[in-house]
């Protein structure tokens, strides 16, 4: 769900190394695609980058606001996923999947039934706004047969459409009766005025920015009992009867820590919190507190401000979470919200949305990849070598070795045989180009984007003249 974003500037360096020595002044050329002088690429190849799997994957949220066709979404990713297994994918995210008061034109935040699936009549449909529950068992099993782990996003306080009731804690009627009649059709968690805030349990109302008067008590035991703890829960019967492998826990500000961490201790499994904000010490406060992972909101805003607002890549090297808890954060360049009509203040723009991928996919933490981006044709071709330089030379400690306003070249320094990569992007209209120590001596480099079709050899040293095409980037590596 949407938030405003609490803009908090950092001003934390944590790598970066200005390297004087080794650097010459920026080099601009109006023409590109040249070899390095004194070279002879035909005496080399490229790396089949298939035989160095360094055991990383990307993760597809499979989804857009409001998808379309209606009551054929499920339908619609079934035919995919075998083409986004193949090209490097391991988890699909999809939204979330049971009942919302909107019925066939519900994106499932507004949650009404947790256990109806696209199996009951109820706000004016039998099918989710994504299809029916047939559907949904057959993309699940389609996904596993194709070595895919399927996330469900998962909301577990606000919820909607229930029916009117008198509630003594407000003084006044609410909407808090959820029942067979009521917006609850399949008759499991029925929940009534005692299980939202405030109640005999709960003096105090600690506020939702969404359906405050039906926002779930998670400290009352039967909450507990039915969203994670018992057999028939909602955690334990979306894992062992619909077979979703893992969870995208919606909304993590409206809740307290407490409840992924003792949801994730019941039914384990992949999880990522969506704590929107971009103060990354809040988000690792957040991933120490519940032990699940989360969005790196922090490193989405530094690459807005360093492509967009302020047009300084120096931005790429402030505090983000993936350089404290990589295994934790999960990377992105755009969302369902962010990409919501009319939004103005949380995207990166189309122009730049290409080097922000080529950041995410060469850097430390989890890539998400957006549906929409990678179903444009525009788009698509780059991001599958995109995932495969990440899933293979995307290894090894990163070194930031150059940034100013306009470039910014970095390292993964790579892991036994496998020699890492150096990403070089820029912003400048012209094609960039710069002398850096790169560690691997007396070799042929290349582009594996192939953004650029310049080569070049490394010396004795290491040194060798890099190139980032115009407002692109690059990625080097060695060949063999």
């Not at 035909?42 to 055991?55: E, F, K, P, Q, V």
Request: a negative charge; proline letters at 3%.
């Amino acid at each position: 769900m949407i938030q405003k974003f609490i803009r908090n500037p950092f001003f934390y360096l944590f790598v970066l190394l200005f390297i004087a020595s080794c650097s010459s002044d920026d080099t601009t050329t109006e023409t590109g695609g040249e070899e390095g002088e004194g070279t002879d690429p035909i005496a080399y190849s490229a790396l089949d980058l298939r035989n160095y799997d360094n055991g990383d994957r990307v993760m597809m949220q499979a989804f857009y606001w409001d998808v379309e066709p209606r009551f054929e979404w499920w339908n619609t990713l079934s035919g995919k996923v075998a083409g986004w297994s193949e090209a490097g994918i391991n988890r699909i995210w999809l939204p979330p999947a049971s009942k919302g008061q909107s019925g066939g034109y519900s994106m499932g935040y507004d949650v009404s039934d947790y256990f109806d699936f696209g199996n009951f009549e109820q706000h004016g449909t039998v099918a989710t706004r994504f299809g029916t529950r047939a559907d949904l068992e057959n993309l699940i099993a389609t996904a596993h047969d194709n070595d895919l782990e399927v996330i469900a996003d998962i909301v577990l306080n606000h919820n909607s459409g229930g029916g009117l009731e008198y509630n003594p804690y407000r003084g006044y009627d609410t909407y808090s009766l959820f029942d067979e009649t009521h917006g609850n059709a399949s008759g499991m968690f029925n929940r009534n005025y005692e299980d939202f805030y405030p109640n005999s349990v709960s003096n105090y109302d600690p506020g939702s920015l969404f359906y405050a008067e039906t926002n779930l008590d998670h400290h009352r035991e039967r909450v507990q009992n039915w969203l994670w703890k018992d057999e028939n829960s909602v955690a334990k019967y979306y894992k062992n009867v619909m077979g979703f492998d893992g969870w995208r826990f919606d909304y993590v500000l409206g809740f307290e820590s407490f409840v992924i961490k003792d949801f994730l201790a019941e039914v384990g499994g992949f999880s990522v919190s969506e704590l929107w904000d971009g103060d990354p010490d809040l988000i690792r406060a957040h991933i120490e507190a519940t032990g699940s992972g989360a969005f790196d909101f922090a490193a989405f805003y530094r690459m807005e401000q360093a492509f967009d607002r302020y047009s300084d890549l120096t931005y790429l090297t402030r505090d983000q979470v993936w350089q404290s808890h990589p295994d934790k954060a999960v990377t992105f360049t755009a969302n369902h919200d962010t990409e919501k009509d009319g939004n103005i203040d949380n995207y990166i723009e189309y122009a730049n949305k290409l080097k922000a991928y080529a950041f995410i996919m060469t850097h430390p933490g989890y890539p998400t990849v957006f549906y929409k981006d990678y179903e444009n044709e525009e788009f698509q071709a780059q991001l599958n070598k995109l995932i495969l330089i990440h899933n293979s030379l995307a290894t090894g400690d990163l070194e930031v070795l150059y940034a100013d306003e306009d470039e910014y070249i970095a390292k993964r320094k790579g892991a036994g045989n496998n020699p890492g990569l150096i990403i070089y992007i820029t912003t400048n209209s012209s094609i960039k180009r710069r002398s850096i120590a790169t560690g691997w001596n007396d070799s042929m480099l290349m582009d594996y984007s192939e953004n650029s079709t310049y080569t070049t050899m490394t010396d004795a040293e290491g040194s060798a003249q890099l190139e980032a095409p115009a407002n692109g980037y690059a990625v080097w590596s060695v060949m063999q």
